[in-house]
């Protein structure tokens, strides 16, 4: 089956910690995204990859990272200088046209709980 | 400014109803539009994209208004598997690139009631 896979599912951190989330495409599209979703709030982009080997910082980068080493993968590591990690955290994918932004799919995301 | 707005509900309607969401986008310049429905803890799935002269999945209408620079969804004979956040999503251009990245709105939520 054709689709983005997150995991873990669910993922509990202790303060001081850093994890990393995993999310992996076969899809063959070009470019990846990581997003936070807080309750009763929209996503928030935090990373963008629109190429192997490249990533763009999104609005609220600060205390993640992320690297592009395979088009098919784009983990996302929460560093212990993210505040406030307790979220619901969505990996999607698009094609990359020389045209428009092309829809983007998502993965069933990764829930964080800072214990 | 990157803005999308959607009035955040609920939305509570019997089923069979018909029932509309309207979201306003702030960058003219925009030129993809999109409807996604996420359900409660679930990743946001794409409904349908939005097109100049409107377009239509069943019961599913959706209209872009450029001057006005609002997007609407409409959805006639309700079910209660209608019942969701309706989130609207819009190309941002200049926001991450020469080719944009979307913005999402906070979402509406819709409650279909038997």
């Known amino acids: 089956d054709g689709g983005i896979t997150q995991s873990p599912k669910y993922l509990f951190r202790k303060e001081g910690q850093n994890v990393t989330l995993s999310c992996e495409q076969n899809l063959n599209h070009d470019a990846m995204y990581w997003y936070r979703q807080d309750p009763g709030q929209g996503l928030r982009l935090i990373y963008y990859s629109q190429i192997v080997n490249d990533f763009q910082k999104g609005d609220i980068a600060e205390g993640y990272s992320v690297s592009r080493e395979k088009k098919e993968s784009f983990p996302l590591t929460v560093t212990s200088a993210q505040k406030n990690p307790t979220a619901f955290y969505l990996c999607a994918s698009s094609l990359r046209d020389r045209g428009i932004t092309d829809t983007q799919y998502f993965g069933p995301g990764t829930r964080l709980t800072v214990l | 400014r990157k803005e999308v707005e959607q009035d955040p509900g609920p939305f509570n309607v019997p089923e069979g109803a018909t029932v509309a969401f309207n979201c306003t986008y702030s960058n003219s310049a925009s030129q993809s539009f999109f409807w996604y429905r996420q359900d409660c803890r679930k990743e946001p799935k794409l409904l349908m994209s939005?097109?100049?002269s409107g377009n239509e999945d069943g019961r599913f209408t959706a209209q872009l208004n450029r001057a006005s620079q609002y997007i609407s969804l409409l959805i006639r004979d309700s079910k209660l598997s209608d019942s969701a956040t309706y989130l609207c999503v819009v190309n941002m251009l200049g926001y991450g690139g020469s080719q944009g990245n979307l913005i999402f709105g906070k979402g509406t939520k819709l409650s279909v009631k038997p």
């Open positions: 939005v097109y100049s």
